[in-house]
């Protein structure tokens, strides 16, 4: 479907859409970075949440220095054990939660950025190259002189332009395709394409309608 809007889309005109696309992407992309970067700030907490739970550690540390007291020795010891592990504790939960945060933090971004871009750019895209290299292939047939473009794009304006608009160009269309005068009808598609034949215009003011006609 998109690809037969393309082919019925002048060139100039695509380019314009290609613009277009191009913006709605950056934009979306922009988006998703700045959801991403919001999102891991929430990291913080968790970092936080390490923090304290090093402090805790310290103060068990802190704690067990009064183990070597005589007599209360050995409780005091025991409370420094259990404060350490509390602040072990503490520290894992707070890289976990940082670790679930990031995670978290690219998976919406990267939710906002490729959601809305990538079906355009898969609908888009394939269509777009499969033109240029169409062109491409004509440019370099245009440029040798071979005819093989003009009769090919003179051949397609007949099968698909609609009978007035080949009457711009031609008297009789059918027969000028068929006796091999291709470069008035080819016209029509080499402006809608934006190419030009080698070096020289076409020939189609000779083969126009006379004015009043």
Do not use: Y
Not at 2 to 12: C, D, E, K, L, V
Not at 17 to 43: C, H, M, Q
Not at 196 to 210: E, T, Y
């Amino acid at each position: 479907m998109i690809g037969s809007f393309q082919a019925r889309t002048a060139q100039r005109s695509l380019l314009a859409i290609d613009l277009l696309v191009v913006l709605w992407t950056v934009v979306w992309i922009a988006v998703g970075i700045a959801v991403g970067t919001f999102v891991s700030r929430l990291g913080a907490v968790g970092d936080g949440l390490a923090e304290t739970g090093v402090a805790i550690r310290r103060a068990g540390d802190a704690v067990d220095q009064f183990a070597e007291v005589p007599l209360v020795g050995e409780g005091f010891s025991s409370i420094a054990g259990e404060i350490r592990s509390v602040g072990s504790d503490t520290v894992e939960r707070g890289r976990s939660i940082e670790d679930d945060v990031d995670r978290l933090a690219l998976l919406i971004g990267a939710a906002f950025a490729l959601g809305p871009t990538l079906p355009i750019l898969a609908l888009w895209v394939p269509p777009r190259v499969s033109r240029e290299r169409e062109r491409h292939a004509l440019r370099g047939s245009l440029r040798r002189g071979d005819g093989a473009a003009l009769a090919f794009l003179a051949t397609r304006a007949v099968a698909t332009r609609s009978f007035r608009e080949l009457l711009t160009v031609s008297r009789d269309p059918v027969a000028d395709l068929a006796a091999g005068r291709h470069e008035a009808l080819a016209s029509l598609e080499l402006d809608h394409l934006s190419l030009r034949a080698s070096g020289r215009r076409i020939a189609d003011r000779q083969l126009r309608l006379p004015l009043g006609r």
